[in-house]
């Protein structure tokens, strides 16, 4: 059975940083990877993906600020969320493709002072 549980989420301020992990247990991380978010009446949309052979992709209002990468020894993948602005405040969801795509179950970010 696939499970994707991400950690990580909190209140953080303005600036601040906070660091997201998605451990995945019943198959490899090595496959397609990625970091979602969905705030209040708004879609949900890709905020990052990385896929098998590391290539990574970001949408633009987080370029240069988050990066995401997996730990392959504990089949964990992360987002590392630097510059923190309110408007990133969002559920955040990893996914994981192969055949299907598997999501967790979510972790809150709200970024307010």
């Known amino acids: 059975q696939v499970q994707l549980v991400e950690s990580g989420g909190g209140l953080v301020q303005p600036g601040g940083s906070l660091r997201l992990s998605c451990a995945v247990s019943?198959?490899?991380?090595?496959?397609?990877m990625g970091w979602y978010r969905q705030a209040p009446g708004n879609q949900r949309d890709m905020v990052a993906t990385?896929?098998?052979?590391?290539?990574?992709n970001y949408a633009d209002p987080v370029k240069g600020r988050f990066t995401i990468f997996r730990d392959a020894a504990k089949n964990t993948l992360y987002l590392q969320m630097n510059s923190l602005k309110p408007e990133d405040t969002a559920v955040y969801y990893c996914q994981l493709r192969v055949a299907t795509a598997y999501w967790g179950q979510g972790t809150q970010v709200t970024v307010s002072s």
């Open positions: 019943g198959i490899s991380a090595n496959y397609p």
């Open positions: 990385i896929g098998t052979f590391g290539a990574t």
